[in-house]
């Protein structure tokens, strides 16, 4: 089973880089971009193919590790094994 | 003294920490590695600066679930020094042994240059030897040391008063042009609520020897060894 | 792949992978036979320009490569040279500018790795780096992110590995706007007897690969090093190589570590042409044979072919010869590190390399004829057609304003401060730099003694356009100017030479001018030639870049107590004008930069008033007196003076007995210095011995730059100049 | 309407941080993770409700700036603008 992780910093928080590919963007000639947020993204293929524990377990694994939850929100899909 | 600073995987100032200790201020050092689980009885356990494992996620995040990192936080615990530089204070701060987080810094870039740094405290173990409100000048060299924290969360920080160094204009005040990374209030150092672990992006070790023509970051060390015998070690051999 | 869907061996397959006719022909009399895919391949990579220098060797030959500290010159992975107190310097240049124009990050990035290896693998631990870089206009298509991706690469491998870089330099020109140039220099330091070679010894000793796993990337990019750029290119873009600088620094440590079980015989890295090339190599330089069982190659992907493996440039991997039976304490300290270990054949008697993949015996080869008896061209030579009307004289128009020429000239990305650039590399790490960029030469403590050493890194590709004898020749005159402005003496150098089309006359007769010249120029100065680097076919839609001889230069300063700076830090100082004007304006900044105009003679190398003007500096700075000294170079003494008052914000006021117009002049062998007002009898004493005329023209002091010359004036604050100076390179990046 | 746009390493390429990451997985209990792939992500807020328009748009942001494709590949998906 796949699954894929999403990093972004928090709302409340500041994005310098979003903000700063939003100014590249306009600067050539994307000027309707309204806003850019700049996160992460992780493809993790889990050895299981139990979706329930597969989310539990990357969720542990966001806590843990990929996300610093003081300053980023994360989000988890899991993408079927087939599919992916 | 007995100091230790932990190599990991990619650490690269943990030479430079372990010369001005052993060397410039002749305090006995050891080098901890990563997968220790015993500080060895050290007094001062040093994080240093570098890019442990690669630091490819974000700077610290792996360290923070070494093996040694738990002995640290035991050490911690206890009242032991525990001080940071760099990616040592990325470790901290991922390790939640210190508040906040380190971003990358607001230009997007590495920077490597001399800032002006001002002592917030000058009544910790680490900070005796400066006195407070001093500006030192002190190297950084980093490309994630924009210090984040809710606003709240910045609030407490102050009232309980651990925010320890502040990047400030070479005269000692707080200017967005001074603050070249985008940190939150300037902050540039912080401590815990008892004060015994610190961490900085500023590098102390890499100012602490005259040939170098700039020894504002000695005193900091100074201050630990003091600290430890009541009066300079150095001296004391 | 597999066997069946190999293509079949034959001489337009051979052409495809760069082998001449001739070449190919002289393969099958080698063998006997047609090759196989693999021997192909190996053939293709070894007899490549950029592994076998087959253009270039016959006058590589002319620079002197001895002298009583050289303990190593080329031929190994890097040039060795005695720096005292039982410690010796190990240093060497490469060029890294195809795959840095292809992707510039990653192109950049690997080039520091690579030469990051060809150090430690030498058994020194690297201490500091400079970066030679050149960039087209910065209006030129792409030009800006090249920029940007180049110093990132160069940036995130160095800051990680925790290696300074100290210094460099960066260079614009329209030459340069389809074909950039990275060059990267390492140097790093050993105690003299832990010196390790590559070279192959003893029949049975196992051969161990460590390091990263192999992968598909960066296959053939030797070859690819050795051909022009054309549209054909975008499609080689599957051979950029990525570099992972983390594996390289537990690597690094490793290698140190691991050549202390004394278990080790011989070490190399993987570089151009990977695992062929290393092996090849250090079996001809020990005169053995080898056996690789490729089914042992650690491998990124499954399926890898034999061709693919010998082929691959992945990085951060070498290849070591252990003792037989000690192979498992090299393997601990590398696993302790976190690399993979994996022993994939052994040393045999005789000399020939037999490679086997699955059961087949996929390369059987004679080693020597592929190494040292690889083809050697001696290529027509012609000087270009148009010489004489480059180099005719030409007319110098007087600065209306001499203020708005010097302001002008210092807000040009050539002149402007290189900060933004440096910034964005730790050049403070390790606790050593003494003088790091920004200054003439870059200077660096041996902990544990009072010496240290000085880098700096230098040519004038426009002076080697217009007259590259004299070109070659000013490389190395600056170089050693440079350093002797820190009072150091020159132990030896490393160069790149970045030429276009070899198989063009013209380029060649350039190739073989610039090396004379800095071959004389070598041995006028004493300064030996132990290691460098030869990057031929930078040409893109057959335009030519501008011959390019990079030349960097390590100095030994025996106190630093006594250091110079290179600009002013106190008033009062009594300005002493060093050397003599010519009026020289062929090839120059204010000409080029201010007049569009790049013609003339470059200025006269004289290789005696180098020498001496050296030997002076070298004299006096142990003394303590001269408390700062600048070279001059593009720009003249004016910009020389600008760069002097910038630095920390002091100013001066000069008086010189100039033409307001040779305030811009190049004239070499020029220098301005700053002397303890009680000593200046004694500085003009010891001046007048060595023969190097010299003229009290001011002091320092106050915070403007203040220079009469001949009823003109340059009036101006200080602070204004630095604005100008270090805005301009960030604002030219649209920054 | 917006649309998220994911780049990661061409899939020959080698991929440091997804390496690193699957590592430190490993050390500390994920073991069962068998391959890590690290790229980034973009949230893109667009000024048009035209999903055509803004799949050639975006396609053209990804080419020029978001991903190098020298060594990277990108993925573009249009999100419902409510949904978001
Ligand atoms: N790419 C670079 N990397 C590091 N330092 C650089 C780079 N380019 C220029 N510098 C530094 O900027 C300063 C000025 O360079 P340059 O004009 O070449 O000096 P000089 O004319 O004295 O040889 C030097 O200290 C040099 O080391
Ligand atoms: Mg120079």
């Known amino acids: 089973m796949k699954a894929r992780v999403t990093v972004y910093p928090r709302r409340e928080i500041l994005d310098p880089q979003g903000k700063a590919i939003q100014g590249a963007l306009s600067r050539i000639g994307f000027s309707e971009v309204r806003e850019v947020r700049a996160g992460k993204s992780f493809e993790i293929d889990l050895g299981t193919d139990d979706a329930q524990s597969a989310g539990e377990r990357l969720a542990q694994m966001c806590e843990k590790l990929l996300a610093n939850t003081v300053v980023e929100e994360y989000r988890i899909e899991l993408v079927n094994g087939a599919g992916a | 003294m007995k100091c230790g600073v932990v190599v990991f995987p990619g650490s690269n100032c943990d030479h430079d920490v372990y010369h001005v200790l052993k060397h410039v ?213 | 792949m597999t066997t069946a869907t190999q293509p079949r061996v034959d001489l337009p397959l051979a052409r495809e992978l760069g082998l001449s006719e001739d070449e190919y022909a002289r393969l099958q009399g080698l063998l006997g036979r047609t090759p196989t895919l693999t021997e192909l391949g190996i053939t293709s990579a ?120 100290v210094g460099g330099e960066t260079g614009f020109h329209p030459s340069y706007d389809g074909n950039i140039l990275v060059n990267a220099f390492a140097l790093g330091i050993a105690r003299r007897e832990r010196i390790f070679k590559a070279r192959a010894a003893g029949t049975g000793n196992p051969i161990l690969y460590v390091g990263s796993r192999t992968g598909r990337d960066g296959i053939h990019g030797a070859t690819m090093a050795s051909d022009a750029f054309d549209a054909e290119s975008e499609k080689k873009k599957p051979t950029v190589q990525v570099g992972d600088p983390f594996t390289e620094k537990v690597l690094l440590e490793a290698c140190l570590e691991a050549m202390r079980t004394s278990a080790i015989v011989a070490i190399q890295d993987m570089g151009a042409a990977g695992l062929t090339s290393s092996v090849f190599e250090m079996a001809a330089r020990g005169g053995v044979g080898f056996r690789l069982d490729l089914d042992r190659v650690p491998l990124r992907e499954p399926g890898l072919t034999a061709y693919e493996m010998m082929l691959s440039e992945s990085q951060e991997r070498m290849v070591i010869v252990a003792k037989r039976g000690k192979q498992e304490e090299v393997a601990r300290v590398f696993r302790r590190w976190g690399l993979e270990v994996a022993t994939i054949g052994e040393v045999t008697s005789g000399s020939r390399a037999e490679i086997v993949h699955r059961g087949k015996v996929e390369a059987s080869m004679p080693i020597a004829p592929l190494t040292d008896g690889a083809p050697v061209y001696q290529r027509p030579v012609a000087p270009p057609a148009d010489l004489a009307r480059r180099q005719e004289a030409p007319s110098v128009p007087e600065p209306g304003d001499p203020l708005g020429a010097l302001e002008a000239l210092l807000a040009t990305p050539e002149l402007a401060s290189k900060e933004w650039i440096f910034r964005q590399y730790d050049h403070t790490v390790r606790t ?63 160069d790149c030479l970045n030429f276009g089309n070899p198989e063009r006359p013209e380029i060649m007769w350039q190739f073989r001018e610039c090396v004379r010249g800095m071959a004389e120029a070598c041995r006028a100065l004493g300064v030996p030639v132990v290691s460098g680097n030869v990057s031929l076919y930078n040409e893109t839609e057959g335009r030519s870049i501008h011959p390019t001889p990079t030349v960097a230069m390590v100095g030994v300063v025996p106190d630093l107590g006594d250091m110079p700076a290179s600009h002013f830090r106190r008033p009062g100082r009594r300005l002493v004008l060093l050397g003599t004007d010519r009026g020289e304006f062929g090839g120059s900044a204010y000409l080029r930069l201010l007049h569009g105009v790049e013609q003339g003679r470059p200025p006269a190398v004289d290789l005696d008033a180098e020498a001496r003007l050296a030997r002076l500096l070298r004299e006096t700075v142990p003394w303590g007196i001269v408390r700062t000294a600048h070279d001059f170079a593009e720009g003249g003494l004016a910009v020389a003076l600008a760069e002097a008052t910038i630095g920390a914000g002091m100013g001066a006021t000069l008086n010189v007995p100039l033409a307001p117009r040779d305030l811009f002049s190049e004239s070499q062998a020029r220098a301005i210095v700053a002397i303890l007002p009680g000593q200046l009898e004694r500085f003009l004493e010891a001046a007048e011995r060595h023969g190097v005329p010299a003229l009290e023209v001011g002091e320092s002091g106050g915070d403007r730059l203040v220079i009469e010359a001949d009823g003109a004036r340059i009036d101006v604050e200080v602070a204004r100049l630095r604005e100008i100076w270090t805005n301009a390179l960030p604002a030219a990046l649209g920054l």
């Open chain 3, 432 to 494: 050593n730099t003494v003088a790091g960029p920004g200054g003439d030469a870059a200077v660096i403590l041996l902990k544990g003694t009072p010496t240290g050493l000085a880098l700096t890194s230098d040519v004038n590709p426009v002076y080697c356009f217009l007259d590259p004898r004299t070109g070659g020749r000013q490389a190395v005159a600056e170089a050693v100017r440079n350093l002797a402005c820190a009072g150091a003496e020159p132990v030896g150098l490393t």
């Open chain 2, 25 to 237: 201020l002749d305090q006995e050092v050891v080098f901890l590695w990563h997968e220790d689980t015993s500080l060895k009885g050290c007094d001062l356990v040093v994080l240093p600066g570098g890019w442990s494992y690669g630091d490819y996620l974000r700077g610290g995040a792996m360290a923070a679930l070494a093996p040694v990192l738990a002995a640290v936080r035991a050490h911690a615990d206890k009242g032991g020094f525990v001080l940071g530089i760099c990616n040592g204070f990325q470790v901290l701060t991922e390790s939640h042994l210190l508040p906040g987080a380190l971003r990358r810094n607001a230009g997007l870039r590495f920077e490597c240059r001399d800032v002006w740094v001002r002592v917030e405290r000058a009544d910790l173990p680490f900070t005796r030897r400066y006195s407070e409100g001093q500006v030192i000048r002190m190297p950084i060299a980093h490309g994630e040391g924009n210090f984040e924290h809710f606003a709240g969360e910045l609030d407490r920080l102050e009232a309980a008063r651990q925010v320890v160094f502040r990047y400030v204009s070479p005269t000692g005040e707080i200017d967005p042009a001074w603050n070249f990374n985008g940190s939150a209030r300037a902050i540039a150092g912080v401590c815990n609520e008892a004060g015994n672990v610190l961490g900085l992006m500023p590098h102390p070790e890499r100012c602490a020897e005259e040939v170098l023509g700039n020894k504002d970051g000695l005193a900091l060390f100074e201050s630990l060894a003091q600290g430890a015998f009541g009066r300079l070690a150095g001296a004391a051999r």
């Open chain 3, 46 to 165: 070894l007899w490549s320009e950029h592994c076998s220098y087959k253009s270039s060797k016959v006058y590589l030959k002319e620079f002197p490569t001895s002298g009583p500290r050289v303990l190593q010159g080329p031929g190994e992975n890097a040039g060795v040279v005695e720096v005292g107190h039982g410690w010796v310097a190990v240093f060497k240049m490469e060029s890294h500018n195809h795959p840095s124009y292809i992707e510039p990050y990653q192109g950049a990035a690997t080039g520091v790795g690579g030469i990051l290896r060809d150090v430690f693998t030498m058994g020194a631990r690297p201490v500091a780096m400079l970066d030679a870089l050149r960039f087209g206009r910065l209006d030129a298509p792409r030009m800006r992110s090249l920029v940007d991706g180049v110093v990132r690469g160069i940036g995130d491998y160095g800051n990680c590995m925790g290696i300074p870089t």
